[in-house]
């Protein structure tokens, strides 16, 4: 079979790579972050796969598909069909729930469709998302929102002053005109002056004609109060504006489980319909491995087919280790790893051949043990006769690789290029970064910090907390383990922070700020830059900046020009007058230590510590970013390029102000390489030092094995979780310890 041959790569940092990758097999791509293995596989690999595959199709089906840009490569040749699984959350609404994303909600409705007491109709309106299906009050969310007057309006103002706090309502706003101009208020009058009858008619009016309003009123307007009117044009529809201003509107309204349903999204009708005395919302309710009790115990004569059918889904969901979801949760609730999950279990009985999986970074979110589980899954994807692709750190993960390609030496421009390919075994003997992690004995932390005070969680008892009480030791390295969905997240990241509001919580969410902040601007360093260049050129600062008169005209100072493609998302292409840096060509004739502004802009962090080692302030960031693992990060790179790991890295940089803080990190390895995980456990023992608490969930054990003390939440996940199974230090863990984290970290010592 021929292998997929891929000529004169150059994405980002490749180095006109020409390799060739073994079909039917698992190739494991390695190497320090920043080395190129996203560019290779998913900017280069994965979008061409998928871009020869949108030319075949129609034009219809090519705006629905997800595409990845056209890579900077030669040729490649032999590709499948591609299916890329990534650790984009699933997202969605409300209406998307695990039962909806997984389609075992679509046999659960044709399950109780043919065996549900009394018969209530076809398998379509056990949808919440049917007209027949939904509860008629909340319309099938199981919530219903009511808008808060407190939040909504200010009353220590007036109509001109903005007293009613939502877009549109603003003093010149066209919804604001529909009260200022309606002839029934003092415009000026402060709201908390309002007569009975003005409130009345403020906020709750019907429609009707107003008898005396003001010239600018139109004359088939029709007036209506503030809460009817958001309720008719925002809540009640799946608007448009609803969506774009959700933000907003959250602010402005309380949710509450609905008042006819109850949370169960379903009309009365739907809801007399019980199998075994439960209805489809009590089903969808139950943790996956609860449900599986229950239907296999439902006897149905003549409907084997469905039931064996709903008992497969149901297992693949509990073998990649989610048996403690319920088919109700929302899917935008779900972690990155969880979501990648669940796009998997699509997959597990395709029996279609000859595809080209591609995952990133699978392990995710995984104690060692979910991780076997998962080994297994890709194996038997493999053994089916496809090919996969995977992007990794884990060990245990890279073990499974037939092929291994492993990218370096270094980052940025010092990577690029592939510098072992052969067997895992053969890994072990290279001598690149990847390869001297693995042959290197591993050791856990034998002099742990000690300690005298403790943060002390009471009474934990939110989702599956089972009402425990655990102490945290201040100023040391605490790290929590536990299977995925054991509870570590809601101890750590909710309860602790509810019950100690000193707590500074520093997650992967995006940073938000428009297409032009960077790496710079975000830790708020570029007028320094700035000023060193017109210091030494005697010209205005204003020309170094983008957002000012240094911008390139013709892509305003973006770098990209933007093409508008009819039937697919847009495409960023570099701009042609610029070439990428977003300058006006005559700014780039200004330097500054024989650099341009563009120039600097390319640097790397490493290499900025170098360029900028006698500037106190930014050597100082610099190198904190260096310690932290990102040196290969170029200084004008866009912050929406950074993955979750470099966000919650850099948040980590900039948010330890205050001394003494008690810092509660998530997964913070995340995309980490083993060599640039030991920056980071050098970067945490300076903070410590400094009079820092850390918090740290991990499943990472090399940073398992460093811990001072370790919360080990388990048993199991959802119902058989929420318990706390260990606390000591790691010496105890091994020595006392049967719970799944103390036996791999007894496997990784060895
Ligand atoms: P890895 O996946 O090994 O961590 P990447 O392929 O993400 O490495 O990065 C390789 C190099 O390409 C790095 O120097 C990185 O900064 C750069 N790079 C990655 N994404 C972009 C992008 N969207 N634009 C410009 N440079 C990028
Ligand atoms: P871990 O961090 O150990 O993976 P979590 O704390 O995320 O575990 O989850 C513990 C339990 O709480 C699981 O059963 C999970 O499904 C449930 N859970 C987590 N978040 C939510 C939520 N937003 N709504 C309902 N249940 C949740
Ligand atoms: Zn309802
Ligand atoms: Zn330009």
Not at 321 to 333: A, C, E, K
Not at 488 to 498: A, N, Y
Not at 667 to 679: C, I, M, Q, R, V
Request: glycine residues 8%; proline residues 4%; charged residues 20%.
């Amino acid at each position: 079979m021929n292998p997929i041959k891929i000529t004169g790569a150059r994405q980002h940092n490749l180095k006109n790579l020409t390799l060739e990758i073994p079909r039917n097999t698992i190739t494991v791509f390695t190497g320090v972050s920043g080395s190129g293995k996203s560019s290779l596989v998913f900017r280069t690999i994965g979008a061409e796969a998928q871009r020869q595959m949108s030319e075949m199709q129609h034009s219809f089906v090519r705006s629905r598909m997800e595409h990845l840009g056209v890579p900077d490569v030669d040729s490649i040749e032999h590709l499948n069909v591609p299916v890329i699984i990534n650790q984009k959350r699933l997202g969605g609404t409300v209406r998307s729930t695990v039962g909806t994303a997984t389609d075992i909600y679509t046999s659960l409705r044709l399950l109780f469709s043919r065996v549900g007491k009394p018969f209530v109709g076809y398998a379509n309106i056990f949808s919440f998302n049917h007209p027949q299906g939904m509860c008629p009050v909340c319309g099938g969310i199981g919530q219903t929102r009511q808008i808060d007057i407190n939040r909504l309006i200010d009353t220590t103002k007036s109509l001109n002053e903005g007293a009613i706090l939502f877009p549109t309502f603003q003093p010149g706003g066209y919804r604001w005109l529909r009260y200022a101009a309606s002839g029934y208020f003092d415009n000026d009058k402060k709201l908390a002056d309002y007569t009975e009858e003005e409130w009345q008619i403020l906020l709750h009016a019907e429609e009707h004609v107003p008898p005396n309003p003001s010239p600018q009123w139109g004359k088939t307007v029709r007036y209506t109060g503030i809460i009817p009117r958001l309720e008719r044009d925002i809540l009640k529809k799946d608007s448009k504006e609803l969506r774009l201003r959700e933000k907003e509107i959250s602010r402005i309204v309380k949710e509450q489980s609905c008042p006819t349903c109850h949370g169960k999204r379903l009309n009365e009708k739907v809801l007399s319909c019980k199998i075994a005395g439960r209805d489809i919302a009590d089903c969808a309710a139950m943790p996956v491995d609860e449900l599986l009790t229950f239907i296999r115990s439902v006897q149905a004569p003549g409907y084997e087919t469905i039931i064996a059918e709903l008992v497969k889904k149901l297992q693949h969901m509990i073998t990649i280790g989610l048996g403690y979801l319920t088919l109700d949760r929302v899917t935008p609730t779900l972690s990155g790893g969880e979501s990648q999950r669940i796009k998997m279990v699509r997959h597990l009985d395709s029996s279609l051949e000859n595809l080209l999986y591609i995952f990133d970074e699978p392990s995710i979110g995984l104690h060692p043990k979910d991780l076997d589980n998962i080994s297994r899954i890709i194996q038997k994807i493999r053994d089916k006769g496809n090919t996969v692709l995977l992007v990794e750190h884990d060990p245990d993960l890279i073990r499974i690789a037939d092929h291994v390609m492993d990218m370096g030496p270094g980052s940025g421009t010092h990577g690029g290029e592939i510098i072992y390919q052969g067997t895992f075994d053969g890994l072990r003997t290279s001598t690149g970064k990847t390869g001297r992690y693995f042959a290197r004995h591993k050791t856990y932390n034998q002099h742990p910090r000690t300690f005298t005070e403790t943060l002390t969680i009471r009474n934990a008892r939110m989702h599956n907390l089972q009402n425990i009480t655990v102490k945290v030791p201040r100023h040391v390295l605490t790290v929590v383990t536990g299977v995925a969905g054991s509870g570590k997240s809601t101890l750590i990241s909710e309860v602790l922070p509810q019950q100690h509001p000193e707590i500074t919580l520093i997650d992967q969410s995006g940073i938000a700020g428009h297409s032009k902040s960077n790496l710079l601007t975000y830790l708020g360093i570029s007028d320094i830059i700035r000023n060193l260049f017109a210091h030494a050129n005697g010209v205005s600062n204003k020309l170094f900046s983008r957002n000012s008169e240094g911008a390139c005209l013709n892509c305003k100072g973006l770098g990209v020009e933007k093409i508008d493609l009819a039937f697919m998302d847009d495409i960023e292409m570099p701009c042609e007058v610029c070439g990428g840096s977003g300058f006006r060509p005559e700014v780039l004739t200004y330097r500054y230590r024989h650099q341009s502004i563009a120039d600097v802009m390319d640097l790397t962090v490493e290499e900025a510590v170098v360029f900028f080692a006698e500037q106190q302030e930014l050597h100082r960031h610099f190198t904190m970013l260096h310690d932290l693992g990102m040196g290969y990060l170029t200084l004008g790179q866009r912050l929406d390029t950074f993955s979750g790991g470099e966000l919650q890295r850099l948040k980590l940089s900039t948010q330890l102000k205050g001394e003494h803080a008690v810092v509660v990190l998530d997964e913070p390895s995340t995309g980490l390489h083993p060599a640039d995980t030991e920056k980071l456990l050098a970067l945490f023992n300076k903070l410590i030092a400094a009079g820092h608490t850390l918090i740290v969930i991990e499943h990472n054990l090399d940073i398992i094995a460093c811990a001072d003390w370790i919360i080990d939440m388990g048993p199991g996940a959802g119902k058989d979780g929420g318990q706390l199974t260990f606390e000591g230090t790691v010496a105890n863990l091994l020595q006392h310890s049967d719970t799944a984290t103390a036996t791999y970290l007894r496997k990784y010592l060895v």
